[in-house]
């Protein structure tokens, strides 16, 4: 079963501190793997997907970085407008997982001017 | 102008109740999902439907009926509603599955 673990569950950081959010998975043939912000009352909103080890992505402050384990996203001098959930998922390849991305649990990004 | 809208917001209904939540898309894709996110805040695919067809039924009581009219709308109906399903529904769409979706802003479901 596919498995997306992400840490830390909770990240407060100072205005400008930069820092790295993890997510760990474990699936059989990744097609992609995503990137997602969600605000408080809000749905998850498209930052990034990467597709193979190596591959990175920018955006504004944030980069996202994919191994054969891992994906990092790495946030330069946040700013407290950063702050909200990211969430992580995958997507298998082939078969029958069309179209089923697997979610981590977040990490919950706190910014403070 | 919103590219995937969901209604209602709120819902809050009695146990044993039946109800709907409907979903619309203007983005042209040919996909739409419907999650579930719980108070943990974990997001669980429940179908997908894909040109109105289903692709996707996850491990989901029977009480829950998907029906999608055309590619553009997939509605959620839920019978005899239980304390448990109680959580944020959201609807999604995407071109194809590898690209990233579009979450529409959720259905806050309460069961009393």
């Known amino acids: 079963e596919d498995q997306v673990t992400q840490s830390p569950e909770a990240l407060r950081l100072q205005e400008g501190e930069s820092s790295s959010l993890n997510c760990s998975y474990t699936?059989?043939?990744?097609?992609?793997l995503f990137w997602y912000r969600q605000d408080p009352g809000k749905g998850p909103e498209f930052l990034f997907t990467?597709?193979?080890a190596g591959e990175e992505k920018e955006k504004e402050r944030l980069k996202a970085t994919l191994t054969k384990k891992e994906s990092f996203l790495h946030i330069t001098a946040p700013k407290p407008e950063d702050s909200a959930t990211y969430l992580c998922?995958?997507?298998?390849?082939?078969?029958?997982?069309?179209?089923?991305?697997?979610f981590g649990q977040g990490t919950i990004l706190t910014v403070h001017p | 102008d919103t590219a995937v809208s969901q209604t209602p917001k709120y819902l809050v209904t009695q146990m044993g109740n039946d109800k709907s939540i409907k979903c619309e898309q203007n983005?042209?894709?040919?996909?739409m999902y419907w999650y579930k996110q719980d108070s943990k805040k974990f997001l669980k695919i429940m179908f997908s439907?894909?040109?109105?067809?289903?692709?996707i039924n996850e491990t989901v009581p029977n009480r829950f009926s998907p029906k999608s009219p055309d590619k553009a709308h997939l509605n959620l109906h839920i019978n005899s509603l239980e304390l448990g399903d109680s959580a944020v529904y959201f609807c999604?769409?995407?071109?194809?599955?590898?690209?990233?979706?579009?979450f529409g802003s959720g259905t806050r479901l309460t069961v009393v």
């Open positions: 999604a769409s995407s071109p194809v599955s590898h690209y990233g979706y579009t």
């Open positions: 990467l597709y193979s």
């Open positions: 439907y894909n040109n109105k067809e289903l692709i």
């Open positions: 699936v059989s043939g990744l097609r992609g």
């Open positions: 983005l042209g894709h040919d996909t």
């Open positions: 998922a995958v997507d298998r390849a082939g078969g029958t997982s069309y179209g089923k991305l697997t």
